[in-house]
């Protein structure tokens, strides 16, 4: 296929009355291509390497998952345990000084 006609093939089986979901082979390959790259670099550099190669460029582009508490469900759970322990926790994950802070 052309290159316009890769873009244009999911709008095009659309018209014709299909629903071509692709998400699931692009998000495999998308993991692969990132794991595959930054494992190496991270073996190289270490820290240095997430930094600059995966929390930079989240920040650089706007990806929201920097801030990961928040999509692990952190809030959940130390609402959970505040709820359990009568409203006191030294283990929150989003407390002073955890890197969620950071982002703000």
């Given at each position: 296929?052309?290159?316009?006609?890769?873009?244009?093939?999911?709008?095009?089986?659309?018209?014709?009355?299909?629903?071509?979901?692709?998400?699931?082979?692009?998000?495999?390959?998308?993991?692969?291509?990132?794991?595959g790259?930054?494992a190496?670099?991270?073996?190289?550099?270490?820290?240095?390497?997430?930094?600059?190669?995966?929390?930079?460029?989240?920040?650089?582009?706007?990806?929201?998952?920097?801030?990961?508490?928040?999509?692990?469900?952190?809030?959940?759970?130390?609402?959970?345990?505040?709820?359990?322990?009568?409203?006191?926790?030294?283990?929150?994950?989003?407390?002073?000084?955890?890197?969620?802070?950071?982002?703000?």
């Open positions: 296929m052309s290159d316009r006609a890769m873009a244009e093939f999911i709008p095009e089986t659309a018209k014709l009355g299909f629903c071509w979901q692709f998400i699931t082979l692009a998000g495999f390959h998308a993991n692969a291509l990132a794991v790259s930054f190496p670099d991270f073996a190289r550099r270490g820290m240095l390497a997430y930094v600059e190669g995966i929390q930079r460029e989240e920040r650089r582009h706007g990806i929201e998952t920097l801030a990961h508490q928040k999509w692990s469900g952190a809030n959940y759970n130390d609402r959970f345990l505040k709820t359990v322990q009568g409203g006191i926790t030294s283990t929150a994950a989003i407390a002073k000084g955890v890197t969620e802070e950071q982002f703000e």
